[in-house]
Nanobody, 115 residues
Framework: QVQVVESGGGLVQAGGSLRLSCVVS????????MGWYRQAPGAQRDWVGF???????HYTHSVKGRFTISRDNAKNTVYLQMSSLKPEDTGLYFC?????????WGQGTQVTVSS
């Protein structure tokens, strides 16, 4: 059974930084893309960015230059380094991973940015 577990969320002041981690276990197939989404209270879940198996990264416009996604394939882990955080970055951050046959979501980790 595949498990996707996020960690690293918390409360931070505007302008601060956080690093989220997402560890995948139990997968029988190699992971292709690994990505992050977020959901603010009362809003839909939005895409933040993703990293391909080859290491290419793509970000939504609002986080470009502030967020960085990286991955450690040996550890089946993807990271989201967030800096210059803004109150509008507040939300529940989810990890999503793709294999050749399926996609998997984590349960999310809360990020709260105070002004």
């Amino acid at each position: 059974q595949v498990q996707v577990v996020e960690s690293g969320g918390g409360l931070v002041q505007a302008g601060g930084s956080l690093r989220l981690s997402c560890v995948v276990s139990g997968n029988r197939f190699s992971l292709s893309a690994m990505g992050w989404y977020r959901q603010a209270p009362g809003a839909q879940r939005d895409w933040v960015g993703f990293i391909t198996s080859g290491g290419d990264t793509h970000y939504t416009h609002s986080v470009k230059g502030r967020f960085t996604i990286s991955r450690d394939n040996a550890k089946n882990t993807v990271y989201l380094q967030m800096s210059s955080l803004k109150p509008e970055d507040t939300g529940l951050y989810f990890c999503k991973v793709w294999t050749n046959t399926n996609t998997y979501w984590g349960q999310g980790t809360q990020v709260t940015v105070s002004s």
